[in-house]
């Protein structure tokens, strides 16, 4: 974790996170001091009992938290943002009041554990000033001698671990320790993505499943004797959650929070796992609970743990911020209004080839362009995603040279088209599976009428595939299905030489090709190509493909869209003479395959759309030999291995509007 988050979360988080800690705290100590320390029938032996059940159900754990919002799918949300927030202030505030607690318990009786209270507060502060002292300058000298795309030494990874296991054993505890040490170690790489590269699988993937399965097994719900001190135990354990639960929904419904999100982040404050397990093994341990009141404990964190994963799943939808009251796309949209493009980028390849395509847009001042480029980075070392608003102009402006490059190609982009065309870069730091959601809200939020994706495929210079991103195809995937704009996959070949190329028989004229079939995705991808014939150096021809029957029945009010959209370009044709239209007439799939195969060789770039009728002569069969769905029948056509040309193609799906 990186504790500078604190001081940047917003008042919202504060106020929430806060209250989460001291109203469940002083509830616990209210009724602790005012009922149970005075109850003459509960036994002395339950007292040190009852104060840790208290404690510990008080305790908000970052790190429960942070799984919990990536077993739902909801990290990147906004909801998810905000718990990320606000458990982190709760995590830090709650462990230095039951640090500081239980200080004040040990001196809380004689005159000789005051002295000892006191001493171990001195030496609390001092360990800390001692670790944060000498851990962050080691970390930060260690990082400095790590060449920049290189992992950390291993010897280094094993003196940070002989470093956990000493802060074990001076005073701070397994729970302390650790965390404080790790708060003063710099967050993602090359040290953090290093210690979570050799340190995850054995502590996520083996020792906390141990700790589970050990609790586990130790539970017993047969043998209960004393089933009154049971029976508060419960009540007690219901109590602080209803508390802690009414502390986190009030607040956030203060701060405006939607009823239904509050809700939901109730819950997701309210969770239990291994921290609280742990603290409850400790407690077994040193026989501060008998068996009984273990068993109740960790039957009450798996109750909490598998309700919280319930209701919040049925309260908190993502992809419905994502459904589209109004059309976001390219057709509906003025033709001389600002277009608006969302790119994104995984490596500096993905720059370059959008770069071309928004140069083939020409933007002038009659049709200017807006464009927003994210560049995707894998989170690692981090427990929480970031999402970064770049601003031109600052020197390393996100500390890494790669994206430096992406900025330059931007700039450039930018000055070349100076007054018709603005450019705005974010880097999003996140999981791949949670990409997608980062993707969605910034072309919500910046209004854009389509988003550019990557294929998850790349060639190099001879052809060959040199990348097949499975991550990269799942986050297209799932863009294609919660986007609230239209979507274009581009197909990058650029790289692949001509071998007219090479006798320098290069034409100056970029050729594009719009392939119409018919359907909303094909009138989508027209609508984008009829912006870019303002560019004397480009030749739009769209090649409308009929089927030789004639008593083919067609959708009418389709029908009648798409005759409206050929009927326009065929005026423009009539004016401009980079603007030609053509018509092929075909019997089925086989002969549509062998005339785009002949389209290759002849143009710079082919936009397709993606989805059409099932039942469409002009591709029937192809749909049966569909490698990848997500392109549809034609772009997967264009996205064979066995075509060696440098074409790009764009495949494009226009928005789909959900019902809310």
Partial sequence: MDPKLVLRCGSKAWAIGLLAVVIPMSSAASLYFGFFSK??????????????????QGLIA?????????????????????????????????NVGLSIFSIIRIGFYTAITTIISIQSFVFLIVIVLIIVFTMRPLSLWIIKNTPEGRPVDSVYIIWIAMAVIVVDNVGLGFQYGPLVLGLTIPDGPPLGSTLVDKLETLVSGLLAPLLVTYCGI????????????????????FFCLTIKYASVFLPALACKVPPKDAAALSFIMSTQGVIQMSFHFTNKFTQTYDRETFSMLIASVFLIASLSHLCVGSLYDQTRIYAGYQ???????????????????????????????????????????????????????RASPVLIDHQFGQKNISGISRSQKIVEVLLSF??????????????????????????????????????????????????????????????????????????????????IRRLENESGHESSVYKVAVVFMG??????????????????????????FVSLDVDVRENQWDAV?????????????????????????????????????????????????????????????LNEWNDFPELGPVGDILAAADINSPVSVLVVQQQIVKNK
């Fill in 519 to 544: 359907g909303s995705d094909d009138r989508e991808a027209l609508a984008y190509a009829r912006r870019m014939p303002r560019s004397p150096e480009l030749q739009l021809i769209v090649v409308r």
């Fill in 62 to 94: 970052f790190p429960v938290i942070a799984s919990l919002l990536v077993d739902l799918k909801i990290m990147n949300s906004e909801l998810g943002r905000l718990a990320l927030a606000t458990a982190l202030i709760s995590d830090l505030c709650s």
């Fill in 414 to 495: 930018e000055n070349q088209y100076l007054g018709s065309a603005s450019t705005h870069f974010f880097t999003s730091m996140s999981l791949p599976r949670f990409m997608h959601h980062d993707v969605c809200s910034l072309a919500l939020d910046k209004l854009a009428s389509m988003i550019i994706l990557p294929f998850h495929r790349k060639w190099n210079h001879q052809g060959k595939i040199i990348l097949d991103s499975s991550k990269l195809r799942t986050m297209n995937n799932n863009v294609l299905e919660m986007a609230p704009c239209s979507v274009g996959i581009l197909i990058d070949r650029q790289k």
């Fill in 561 to 621: 869209l798409d005759a409206e959209m050929l009927k326009e370009i065929r005026l423009l044709g009539q004016h401009q003479d980079n603007i030609l239209y053509r018509e092929e007439r075909v019997k089925d799939g086989a002969q549509t395959t062998f005339i785009i195969h002949a389209m290759v060789e002849a143009f710079d770039l082919i936009m397709v759309g993606r989805r059409h009728r099932e039942d469409l002569p002009q591709l029937l069969g």
């Fill in 218 to 237: 130790k539970v017993n719900m047969i043998d209960l004797y004393d089933l009154m001190f049971l029976n508060w135990v419960w009540v007690m354990v």
């Fill in 39 to 56: 109850d003459e029938n509960l036994h002395r032996y339950r007292q040190s009992a009852t104060q840790s059940i208290f404690m510990t």
């Fill in 327 to 381: 059309k976001r796309d390219i057709q509906h949209a003025s033709r001389n209004s600002e277009l608006r493009l969302l790119s994104c980028a995984h490596r500096f390849d993905d720059v370059v080839a959008v770069r071309k395509l928004l140069d083939v847009s020409f933007p002038c001042k009659e049709s200017p362009l807006s464009v927003y480029v994210l560049h995707l980075v894998e989170l690692a070392g």
